[in-house]
């Protein structure tokens, strides 16, 4: 009987220290798959299209996306730009179906935050192509496009 409880005591002390060394290895699995994943994700960061202020058009709104970069979304008409006060006023924004206006977009070289829109329409029976248009937009400077 007492071989038996001894060799029961040893049985599950293999089984706890294999268990415990499995473990083990999965973490450090897991933790070299978190690395690996993460360096995929900064290459992919620093491969995404970034579009220089030298070639920007300067009536149109882009916004950065993780799957695109930098992407215009938008074109602005009669923008007033008052740096004093960190404003931007646009009499319209047309093409605007693709801005996400709680997001941060890029004007020219400002970086901007939509505060308020007076008017939006989806479709200007005059001009179709506009897509949706905005009016009287205020959008805070809220810094300056790096590049």
């Known amino acids: 009987m007492l071989t038996f409880l001894m060799a029961f005591v040893a049985v599950i002390f293999v089984l706890v220290a294999s268990g415990y060394l499995y473990l083990q290895s999965m973490k450090k699995k897991i933790a070299k798959a978190k690395v690996e994943d993460q360096k ?20 149109a709104i882009y916004q950065w996306s993780f799957h695109h970069g930098d ?3 938008a074109r602005a008409v009669k923008p007033e730009i008052d740096e004093e006060a960190k404003l931007v006023k646009f009499m319209e924004i047309t093409h605007s179906d693709m801005l996400l206006l709680p997001d941060e977009c890029h004007f020219q070289k400002y970086k901007l935050e939509i505060d308020t829109v007076g008017d939006a329409a989806k479709v200007d029976n005059a001009e179709p192509e ?3 248009i905005l009016r009287q937009v205020t ?3 809220v810094g300056y496009v790096e590049q």
């Open 71 to 73: 992407q215009l979304v």
């Open 139 to 141: 959008a805070q400077i």
């Open 40 to 59: 995929r994700r900064q290459e992919r960061l620093d491969n995404l299209p970034t579009i220089p202020l030298s070639e920007r058009d300067g009536t």
């Open 130 to 132: 506009k897509g949706r």
